[in-house]
C-alpha cells in the first residue's frame, strides 16, 4: 500500500513539474537559436538607389548633431524623436523624460506619426543604457518588435535598424571588454533574437556603433590616428572640463554618422567630407583630413565585417568617390 501511494505521489508530481514546464514554455518569449539568427543575415540587402529619407528614434547617443551630419553626407531628408535616456517602452508609451527640451528643434517629429506615415523608408531605433536594466525592467524586445511592426504596417518594404550604442568609459567591467561582450550577449541574445522571433516582425539590421567606437579606439590607442592619442578624444568634457564618460563630442558624433552612412548606404565612408555643420547651423569641429580618412576606413572594416548590417563586402564602385 506504501508503495502505491508513494508512485501516485510521484506520478502527481511529475505531472505538476509537466504542468510548470508548459506554462514556462508558453509565457516564455520564445527567441530565435543562433543558427536561426544567423541565418537572417545570409542574404545582404541591396544598395538603395539614392537619398533615403531616415527617422531616429533614441536618446542622447543619437542626439541632434549626429543625425545632421548624416543628413549633410548623405543628402536626405530626416526627423527624430529624443529623450534623456529613453526607452523604448517609454517611446511607445508617451512617457520620455525630457521630451520637451530634447526636441524643441525644427526636425522634431512624434514617434507615432512618423511611423505611421509611410514617410520613411529608414527607420533607426536604439535602446537606452544600462541594457541589461532595459532588458530587465522596461521589456526591449517587446517594444522593438512592436515599432518595427509598426513603421512596417505603413510601409512594408522599410529597411529597419537597431543603433548598437557603448556603456560608460568607466564602466567597471571595463569599457572594450563591454563591447566585446555585449552585442553577442545582450544586444543580439536579449534584444535582437527574442524581437525578430515574434509574428510581423521580420528581419532588424544593426547599425554597430559600439563596435566601431571599439574599433576606433583601439586603433587610436596604438598610435595609428593622426592628432587623436585616447578614447576621450571622441567624447565631450562636462562642467569644469571633466570628462563626459558616455557621450560623444564632435569626433564621437562624426564617426557615429559615417557608421549610418555605410550601413544605410552600403558605401564605403572613404572621401566623404569631414567639416561639417552641427544641427545648429554652427560649424563642427573638424578633424584633420588624414585623421578622418582613418575614421572611414575603420567604419568600412567593421560595417562590411559584420553580416547583421546587411551591407556585403567592398566591391569596385561602391566607395563614396564614385557616387
Known amino acids: 500500500m506504501v508503495q502505491v501511494r508513494m508512485l501516485g505521489w510521484i506520478v502527481a508530481g511529475l505531472a505538476a513539474l509537466a504542468c510548470i514546464v508548459l506554462v514556462w514554455r508558453m509565457t516564455t518569449p520564445r527567441a530565435l537559436s543562433p543558427a536561426e539568427f544567423a541565418g537572417r543575415y545570409m542574404q545582404s540587402l541591396p544598395p538603395p538607389a539614392g537619398p533615403l529619407a531616415t527617422y531616429h528614434l533614441g536618446h542622447s547617443l543619437v542626439g541632434r ?83 518595427v511592426r509598426r513603421f512596417r504596417a505603413a510601409r512594408p518594404d522599410a529597411r529597419i535598424y537597431l543603433y548598437e550604442t557603448w556603456h560608460p568609459l568607466n564602466d567597471p567591467e571595463g569599457w ?16 535582437l533574437r527574442p524581437a525578430m522571433a515574434e509574428a510581423g516582425v521580420g528581419t532588424i539590421h544593426v547599425i554597430p556603433g559600439g563596435q566601431v567606437m571599439a ?44 557608421t549610418h552612412f555605410a550601413v544605410i548606404y552600403h ?47 567592398d566591391t569596385a564602385g561602391n566607395r563614396a568617390g564614385n557616387r
Open 65 to 147: 548633431d549626429m543625425p545632421a551630419m548624416l543628413a549633410q553626407l548623405a543628402g536626405h531628408d530626416h526627423a527624430s524623436q529624443l529623450g534623456w535616456g529613453a526607452t523604448l517602452k517609454g517611446h511607445w508609451e508617451g512617457d520620455v523624460p525630457g521630451m520637451v527640451e530634447e526636441n524643441a528643434h525644427p526636425r522634431f517629429r512624434p514617434a507615432d506619426q512618423a511611423a505611421d506615415s509611410g514617410d520613411y523608408p529608414v527607420a533607426v531605433l536604439t535602446e537606452m543604457v544600462e541594457l541589461r536594466d532595459a532588458v530587465r525592467f522596461f521589456d526591449s524586445p517587446r517594444y522593438l518588435a512592436n515599432w
Open 176 to 191: 572594450l571588454n563591454r563591447l566585446d561582450a555585449d552585442l553577442p550577449r545582450l544586444w543580439e541574445a536579449e534584444v
Open 215 to 258: 574599433a576606433a579606439v583601439r586603433t587610436i590607442e596604438a598610435g595609428q590616428v593622426p592628432g587623436l592619442s585616447r578614447r576621450e578624444d571622441l567624447f565631450a568634457t562636462g562642467p569644469g572640463g571633466a570628462p563626459d564618460q558616455i557621450h560623444f563630442n564632435d569626433a564621437g558624433a562624426y564617426l557615429m554618422a559615417l
Open 267 to 313: 558605401r564605403s565612408p572613404e572621401g566623404l567630407p569631414h567639416a561639417l555643420m552641427r544641427a545648429d547651423g554652427t560649424p563642427a569641429t573638424a578633424l584633420t583630413p588624414e585623421a578622418a580618412l582613418a575614421l572611414q576606413r575603420i567604419v568600412w572594416k567593421v560595417v562590411t565585417g559584420y553580416a547583421a548590417t546587411g551591407v556585403a563586402g
